[in-house]
């Protein structure tokens, strides 16, 4: 009797023990933010795209929940190293990160022993943006008008020019190996640790090509520094009217826009979640930062972590495949 008795209070104080806990956990969530500051991990250098939508999305973002919402870069390894960061972080609500095609799609794709799983490793919660992908070139190192020319010049002179990316195994990266097939012609891939630093040399003329996302690029095509030549886009877009899509130049198959949501680290509480998506949504609603998205090329989207988890398991296969297909391993 009494080792029974034992048995049951032992049993009764664990249950107590869990109860505290879960009812700790959903204090929490409960309280959260409570004024205390959400660090924004952005796995790309400062000025490209994706710092770009993490700037322009905190600050509304701060509004909506209350408190303040810090953007931190941390770039390397084309995207991994600062989500890696988000991945090993408390699942607490404080750390969460940008995702984006080449965090969640085209690293895990390319890497044989990836630092994490995308589909394992994170909470989705919201996407954010679809944005445009272009092409585009140094007019005084390439002084060609359009695709074709492009083309004919490239295959005239086989390894002579380079392409800048965000890194290695990242979506720029992969896009223009993509391109390289399709074309029959070979560039020299010269990777940055963001694609910030690969436009400022893509401008300055140290590399000649650039395959970026529209809105980092898209003041120094208007200024002249940097010609477009297609973007990757369901159709032509507002600010650049006369520049054709991938399609429309015969490449249908490199015609694929980037996207960037928002992830924190696996088992992030649903409540968390939900306050954070409904933040977002709200803040992409707001006509200012639709007009800001839009004025830089790219399009407010919004909806559920749901839907975002099956867009980003979507991207992840089509670049295994891709992968697969052109035989890119890294070491």
């Keep these: 009797m009494r080792f029974e008795s034992r048995s049951v209070f032992l049993i009764a104080q664990s249950l107590i023990a869990w109860c505290c806990f879960v009812f700790s956990v959903g204090v929490q969530a409960q309280a959260w933010p409570a004024g205390k500051p959400i660090r924004l991990i952005v796995p790309f250098a400062p000025g490209g795209t994706t710092d770009i939508v993490a700037r322009i999305i905190s600050e509304r973002f701060s509004r909506e929940l209350a408190t303040a919402v810090v953007v931190e870069n941390r770039a390397g390894g084309g995207g991994s190293i600062g989500a890696e960061m988000v991945a090993k972080a408390a699942p607490d609500g404080y750390v969460i990160g940008v995702a984006t095609v080449s965090t969640m799609a085209t690293i895990p794709a390319v890497t044989p022993k990836p630092p994490y799983d995308p589909a394992?490793?994170?909470?989705?919660?919201?996407?954010?943006?679809?944005?445009?992908?272009?092409?585009?070139?140094?007019?005084?190192?390439?002084?060609?008008?359009?695709?074709?020319?492009?083309?004919?010049?490239?295959?005239?002179?086989?390894?002579?020019?380079?392409?800048?990316?965000?890194?290695?195994?990242?979506?720029?990266?992969?896009?223009?190996?993509?391109?390289?097939?399709?074309?029959?012609?070979?560039?020299?891939?010269?990777?940055?640790?963001?694609?910030?630093?690969?436009?400022?040399?893509?401008?300055?003329?140290?590399?000649?090509?650039?395959?970026?996302?529209?809105?980092?690029?898209?003041?120094?095509?208007?200024?002249?520094?940097?010609?477009?030549?297609?973007?990757?886009?369901?159709?032509?877009?507002?600010?650049?009217?006369?520049?054709?899509?991938?399609?429309?130049?015969?490449?249908?198959?490199?015609?694929?826009?980037?996207?960037?949501?928002?992830?924190?680290?696996?088992?992030?509480?649903?409540?968390?979640?939900?306050?954070?998506?409904?933040?977002?949504?709200?803040?992409?609603?707001?006509?200012?930062?639709v007009k800001r998205f839009t004025e830089g090329g790219s399009f407010a989207d919004g909806g559920t972590p749901q839907a975002f988890a099956q867009k980003a398991a979507r991207e992840l296969a089509l670049r295994r495949d891709i992968v697969v297909k052109q035989k890119i391993v890294l070491d």
Aim: hydrophobic share 40%.
């Design 120 to 289: 394992r490793d994170f909470t989705p919660i919201i996407n954010l943006v679809n944005v445009p992908n272009v092409m585009t070139v140094n007019p005084k190192n390439m002084p060609v008008k359009d695709m074709k020319a492009f083309i004919a010049l490239l295959k005239k002179n086989p390894g002579k020019y380079s392409f800048a990316s965000s890194g290695t195994g990242g979506i720029s990266h992969l896009d223009g190996e993509l391109f390289k097939v399709l074309t029959k012609t070979f560039i020299v891939h010269i990777p940055y640790r963001g694609s910030g630093p690969a436009l400022n040399d893509a401008i300055g003329g140290q590399v000649d090509i650039q395959m970026d996302n529209l809105p980092s690029s898209l003041p120094y095509i208007k200024s002249g520094k940097l010609h477009a030549l297609a973007v990757m886009s369901d159709g032509r877009v507002e600010s650049l009217p006369d520049v054709p899509t991938f399609a429309e130049v015969g490449l249908k198959e490199a015609n694929n826009m980037a996207w960037y949501g928002l992830v924190g680290p696996a088992g992030l509480p649903a409540e968390i979640v939900q306050k954070i998506n409904l933040a977002a949504n709200a803040a992409l609603k707001d006509p200012t930062v």
